[in-house]
């Protein structure tokens, strides 16, 4: 099994920003294509952001475009997601999720089954 941690989560004001990473042990991010998702309380679970293998294409919700970055890092073996411009129905708790199996040629969609999720981190945005 994949084993990941996310981090960075926190409580901000509205119009703040964050930086979430989901880190990697015993495996290369970079092979996977990697997710984000959000469950807010009462909600569903929603993914919010994905990225590709190899620094392939990215895709967000439409709820988040212009404000959220998704990102590798290969020197820490990361995947982290910027979050700006936050709003208190960002709220929620953010998880990773990764795609398996490893795919170099894979487009990674925000509909897609995703195999492995982290614990999450929460973030808060109030004023």
């Known amino acids: 099994q994949l084993k990941f941690v996310e981090s960075g989560g926190g409580s901000v004001q509205p119009a703040g920003s964050l930086r979430l990473s989901c880190a990697a042990f015993?495996?290369?991010?970079?092979?996977?294509?990697i997710a984000w998702f959000r469950q807010a309380p009462g909600k569903q679970r929603e993914a919010v952001s994905c990225?590709?293998?190899?620094?392939?294409?990215?895709n967000y919700a439409e709820a988040v475009k212009g404000r959220f970055t998704i990102s590798r890092s290969n020197a820490k073996n990361t995947v982290d997601l910027q979050v700006n411009a936050l709003k208190p129905e960002d709220t929620a708790v953010y998880y990773c999720?990764?795609?398996?199996?490893?795919?170099?040629?894979?487009?990674?969609?925000?509909?897609?089954?995703?195999?492995?999720y982290g614990q999450g981190t929460q973030v808060t945005v109030s004023s």
């Open positions: 015993g495996f290369i991010m970079d092979s996977y294509v």
């Open positions: 999720a990764v795609k398996q199996p490893p795919n170099s040629d894979y487009v990674c969609s925000l509909q897609d089954e995703y195999d492995y």
């Open positions: 990225i590709s293998s190899r620094g392939g294409p990215t």
